[in-house]
């Protein structure tokens, strides 16, 4: 019973938090603000610990809140499954919340709309515990909706500036079409197993395993799982942007850095490995459904990675290289290694929050220039976001002993032993992909910190292919009388073409960020060193998920073939030095460190030589162009010709107006009978009479 | 039934409140007109509480049933009584009157009694339909509510408001029409009665089911509106004064789906499974059809009323599925879209107050001059989007559900609502709210006051609350729905 409290515990303490900070955003102090909000987080985090180790102890819980709704045959509960998966995620989710709370501080610190942020971001913990925590459908949902919601508050967080909000209503479309996929899986689910309790339906599933459902017309059918696994990872698509609805993740990045560091990277776009793992039970019936996963992610993994090389702002490489690692999961769990998956969230988590927190670290320093080229040599005046920076970019590529090594290494030999179809091209997209990641990692890496030192300079490198958007973006901004709404990175990097407003004036040196920025930073350093090398055992190949995660091992024995290569993760780390992988990610550091740190011309050279490849690249694989004009356009399009064509023109023109123009003829016609002239009545009733007298006497 | 005759207190407390307000005269009385509507309307809602709180759950018998002999050479009765299908709506209503009286506050100067009393007397009059059991007295509150919203529209409406209030009035005067003529014919095919409770249990020839079937439908589509009978509602919103418009979505248009559970059916059962097609196809036009021209709309109101239009798409859809999560949540999306759209028409009328324009362009940036107006439109806005712990969602999701299981493509197309849904009103949200304050219209813009503070605090309690816990909703309608369900799986034919 006491835990139960603790249950609620979790979620709710964010939640009063954030109604406190959100509903009295204008009357209390700041301090009132961020003390309410991380007291709530820290308590939830101080909570989900202890679950944590309840549940370690082998305290498992599932069951109801209350009864949301009955109708029919059907309950609809809020509940909570508290497993090994959930607690883990709770771990990771309320952990880097805090760590982000208290960076926000000193992030935020000049901005009008502080204390709504935190309100904000609490909020998102709280959507974000509900979704992981729930023990059944109608919760996921409604969890994975609210941190949609929130997302969208917090991309449009500089509601005044209008690619913010253009982001965010493509954030919000793009993650609505995923759900449209993710509500039909789920109906699929409630029509076949009568509930939405995910305990009742995994007991279902097997038995439904042979099932065919007829959708498209007599023929062949569907199997019903394949038919509901794709559709629910629709709506991971949306949620863990996956090609081909990976648009929105890189126009996030509008939003202020923490945000991109805990919801854009760390935990909200892992809802949907989350999702894909708590179903594991299901995905293992249908081999169809688990190759649609390894290729979606293959794609992501290696094709987003390439768009991470051309990238100039500081933020985006990194959203690039998020896109690309949530690809890396996605692999994984189209591999049959959900609890690989999991690991590479749980260190992903970490660094990934770890170097979104350190590259906003390094936007204070630079007075909110984002563009790094204009940066070089760091190292010497931010020395703790320095060495941080490092470490997270050497967890990100793999380095033997830090944490992404051995999540990422995992999913390298985990997809080497699965036979799904497609893995082969999953195994190729992924050993590719680990040299591009070392590639552009390290290119940031060494333009922002080593080099020479190219800020403080007046000519930026301003205006490049949006230049003409640059103006009308400028002119908005100028028109803007309420100029204190502008935040850090309000008038970021050259990539909106303003950075010529902000970045060191000439002579000026980068500083270092206060504690409160630098503190989360080096909280977050640490387990993203140890992290792996601790966990990779028991997590694994210990039996940690226990029957949290359900895997087919007859089908997809690649788990046990993994544990018989695995003697330990010292013997792991040092085993790689020989592998492939590490010679591959070597070679990506050495080659960057080549080309921008000795000889900058070549990439010059090569931009310019290869032209067509760089404007493809350039212009994101023209997704974005083609949703604008395909999509947005052809809706347009269709609603005008609908309003103009069918209800103005059809229906009042013709139908409404036109049988009133048709009462009105007749009347008009009517009209000449009622001249008024006596003469003409008793002409037309002569002829009357003639006429039926004729009528009479013929008859007659 | 014993006690107090509680429906005929919610029909006549807000008539003769609204005649005494009346009385009042001209606008010299003004303030004390508005402090009686504003009591009756209160009143009116309190005496439908013990409505819901003396409801018995478990049976699908008619409730607090009041039976008088009104006219015996045809055997016309005062016949009242509420399942759980049509007492939330009695409640719905009078809540509605309430926020209506409030919301004209300050707004309507001139003939002050006389707006106020034409809301309270169609709030009696609505209630009446919503409780009758009789054919001809349900058919006399059915024709008399339209004459004080023709009036609303056609006095205290915009430029071009006569256009307006006649096209609404016509079109649902052409509907009217047949549904008289099936009466009658179902007076005389019954051997003499008109109760509504006595047409469910009679026997009817297929033919003649289809032929009821297809007035009951052709009268209750133009109330609803179903596509393509719908053109009359943009119209009628956008001359309409906020508090009218208001009631035309959050109750006039519930009249019509209404009728489908009592009138089209119980009493065509037969023909409802044989035309079920029809109906589902016209409110799948409406969901998607609708939803793209309310993406191009230029004007707010225009823009939430196709929206109206679409969200009854679900309604329709619901019914006709034969379900109880089917008709269950069309029954929840209709007191949602209560809530939602009466809420998304008093924020339009709010920054109309003030700017004068229901343009979109003429908008951009509000949320500059005011916050707190934005944090409520955006509640509202999402609501509308069907964003889950809002109303708005409960309805969408039940129906999406239940159609999947009748057929995976049906809830395909309805499903698209989620995209289309979001598009055209967070588009509209974010170039109306966000962005630099656009001209000096907006930069002129103050932020809400107490009165429309606390409209907008009632209109969100109504869909957070029904959206965290639907439970308290659907549970009065169990019994009622069951009922209905198994009533239409037994043929009529004889």
Request: hydrophobic share 55%; proline share 4%.
């Amino acid at each position: 019973m006491e835990m139960q409290k603790l249950y609620l515990l979790v979620p709710l303490a964010p939640l009063v938090g954030a109604i406190i900070a959100g509903l009295f955003c204008r009357v209390i102090p700041r301090w009132v603000a961020h003390g309410v909000t991380i007291a709530g987080v820290a308590i939830s985090c101080f909570a989900s610990f202890l679950i944590y180790k309840d549940v370690m102890a082998g305290n498992t819980f599932n069951g109801p809140v209350y009864q949301w709704l009955t109708s029919g045959d059907y309950r609809f509960e809020v509940g909570f499954l508290i497993d090994q998966l959930s607690v883990t995620m709770m771990l990771v989710v309320t952990f880097v919340s805090l760590m982000v709370h208290i960076y926000t501080i000193g992030y935020m610190q000049d901005d009008p709309g502080y204390n709504r942020f935190f309100s904000y971001i609490s909020l998102f913990t709280f959507s974000m515990l509900m979704l992981v925590m729930s023990n059944n459908f109608m919760q996921l949902f409604f969890g994975w909706e609210a941190v949609g919601l929130v997302s969208y508050l917090l991309i449009g967080f500089w509601y005044t500036r209008p690619t913010a909000i253009f982001a965010n209503l493509k954030a919000f479309l793009v993650n609505r079409v995923g759900d449209f996929g993710f509500i039909l899986g789920i109906g699929l689910v409630l029509t076949w197993f009568g509930t939405l309790d995910y305990a009742a339906v995994f007991a279902k599933a097997p038995a439904a395993a042979d099932t065919t459902i007829s959708l498209f017309g007599s023929g062949k059918g569907v199997e019903l799982m394949t038919a509901i696994c794709v559709l629910l990872f629709v709506g991971a698509m949306g949620k863990s942007a996956q090609v081909p609805l990976h648009v929105w993740l890189p126009d996030s990045m509008e939003g202020p850095t923490p945000i991109s560091a805990l919801i854009h990277a760390a935990t909200m776009v892992t809802a949907g490995i989350f999702m894909v793992a708590r179903m594991s039970p299901l995905f293992e019936l249908s081999d169809t459904a688990l190759s649609f996963v390894i290729v979606i992610g293959a794609v992501t993994a290696l094709f987003m990675g390439f768009l991470g090389v051309i990238q100039n702002d500081i933020k985006r490489v990194v959203a690039y290289s998020t896109l690309s690692q949530l690809g890396y999961m996605t692999v994984a769990l189209g591999a049959s290694a959900y609890s690989v998956a999991i690991f590479h969230l749980m260190t992903h988590a970490f660094f990934k929050a770890l170097l979104f927190l350190a590259a906003g670290s390094v936007i204070i320093g630079m007075h909110h220039d984002q563009d790094i080229r204009n940066m070089g040599g760091l190292r010497r005046y931010m020395p703790i976001t320095w060495l941080t920076s490092l470490i997270g970019s050497l967890a990100l590529i793999g380095t033997p002993f830090f944490a992404g090594f051995y999540s990422k290494d995992s999913i390298i030999e985990a997809v080497k032993l699965s036979h799904i179809p497609g893995s082969g091209f999953a195994y190729f997209a992924v050993m590719a992909g680990v040299f591009v990641t070392a590639f552009y990692s390290f290119r940031m890496y060494f333009l922002v910190f080593h080099g020479e030192e190219r800020f403080g300079q007046t000519a930026h490198h301003a205006g490049h292919h949006d230049a003409p958007a640059a103006h009308t973006h400028h002119d908005a901004h100028a028109a803007d009388a309420d100029a204190a709404h502008h935040g850090h990175d309000a008038h970021h990097g050259a990539d909106t073409g303003h950075g010529e407003h902000h970045g060191l004036a000439p002579g000026q040196k980068p500083h270092e960020t206060p504690w409160v920025v630098t503190l989360p930073l080096i909280l977050l350093a640490i387990p993203s060193v140890v992290i792996g090398y601790v966990a990779i055992g028991p997590m694994l190949f210990g039996g940690y998920f226990k029957d949290a995660i359900f895997v087919d091992e007859q089908a997809h024995p690649v788990m046990e073939e993994l544990a018989h290569h695995f003697h330990g993760a010292f013997a792991m780390a040092t085993h790689a030095l020989t592998t492939a992988v590490f010679w591959l990610a070597l070679a990506g550091v050495a080659l960057s460190w080549f080309l921008y740190l000795r000889r900058p011309d070549i990439p010059e050279a090569v931009k310019s030589r290869f032209a067509p490849i760089y404007t493809l690249l350039d212009n994101k694989y023209y997704f974005d162009r083609f949703n604008e004009v395909f999509f947005a356009g052809g809706a347009r399009l269709i609603g005008r010709g609908l309003w103009k064509g069918g209800d103005a023109g059809l229906i009042d023109g013709v139908i409404v107006n036109g049988s009133a123009r048709f009462v009105g003829w007749f009347a008009s016609v009517v009209r000449f009978f009622q001249t008024g002239h006596i003469y003409h009545y008793a002409f037309t009733m002569i002829i009357g009479v003639f006429v039926l007298m004729t009528l009479w006497v013929t008859r007659a | 039934m014993s006690g107090t005759p509680l429906l005929s207190l919610a029909i006549w407390v807000p008539i003769l409140a609204g005649l005494v307000v009346l009385a009042t005269g001209s606008d010299r009385n003004a303030p004390l007109a508005r402090m009686l509507s504003l009591l009756g309307a209160v009143a009116g809602l309190l005496v439908t509480i013990p409505l819901y709180t003396g409801f018995d759950v478990h049976t699908p018998a008619m409730q607090f049933v009041e039976l008088r002999s009104w006219i015996p050479r045809f055997n016309v009765n005062y016949h009242l009584g509420v399942d759980g299908i049509s007492m939330p709506f009695v409640i719905l209503n009078s809540f509605i009157t309430v926020t209506v009286v409030l919301a004209g506050w300050q707004v309507i100067e001139s003939k002050v009694a006389q707006y106020n009393a034409g809301f309270l007397i169609m709030s009696g009059l609505m209630n009446g339909i919503f409780s009758a059991l009789d054919g001809v007295l349900f058919y006399v509150f059915f024709e008399a509510s339209l004459i004080p919203l023709y009036l609303i529209i056609g006095v205290w409406g915009g430029p071009n408001r006569v256009y307006a209030a006649f096209k609404f009035f016509l079109f649902t005067l052409f509907g009217s029409l047949l549904f008289l003529i099936a009466l009658l014919y179902l007076f005389l095919a019954s051997g003499g009665s008109f109760s509504i409770l006595d047409w469910h249990q009679m026997p009817l020839a297929l033919n003649a089911q289809v032929w009821l079937f297809l007035a009951f439908l052709i009268a209750f589509a133009v109330k609803v509106p179903m596509w393509p009978v719908h053109t009359w509602l943009p119209d009628a919103h956008v001359e309409a004064p906020t508090g009218g418009s208001i009631v035309l979505a959050a109750i006039a248009l519930k009249l019509g789906a209404y009728g489908f559970l009592r009138f089209s059916l119980p009493i065509t059962p037969d023909a409802s499974h044989e035309l079920a097609g029809l109906v589902i196809a016209l409110s799948l036009i409406a969901i998607i059809y609708i939803g793209f021209v309310a993406l191009v709309q230029d004007d707010m109101k225009k823009l939430v009323a196709y929206s109206s239009i679409a969200h009854m798409g679900f309604v329709t859809l619901g019914f006709f599925i034969f379900s109880a999560m089917g008709i269950e949540g069309a029954l929840v999306q209709m007191i949602s879209h209560g809530f939602v759209s009466g809420a998304m028409f008093f924020s339009i009328g709010v920054m109309y107050d003030r700017a004068h324009s229901r343009q979109i362009a003429d908008y951009g940036g509000v949320v500059n001059t005011m916050p707190k107006f934005a944090a409520f439109f955006m509640l509202f806005a999402m609501a509308n989007a069907g964003l889950p712990a809002t109303s708005g969602f409960v309805g969408e999701f039940m129906v999406i559900l239940a159609s999947v299981k009748h057929n995976f493509w049906i809830a395909f197309a309805a499903a698209t609502t989620m995209i289309v849904g979001a598009a055209y009103t967070l588009w509209m949200y974010k170039r109306v709210v966000f962005g630099a304050v656009a001209n000096h219209h907006v930069a002129e813009l103050t932020d809400i006051n107490a009165r429309e503070f606390l409209i907008f605090v009632l209109f969100a309690i109504g869909a957070l609350g029904m959206g965290l816990y639907p439970q308290p909703f659907t549970e009065v309608m169990h019994s009622s729905v069951n009922e209905l369900l198994h009533h239409v799986a037994l043929s009529k034919i004889q």
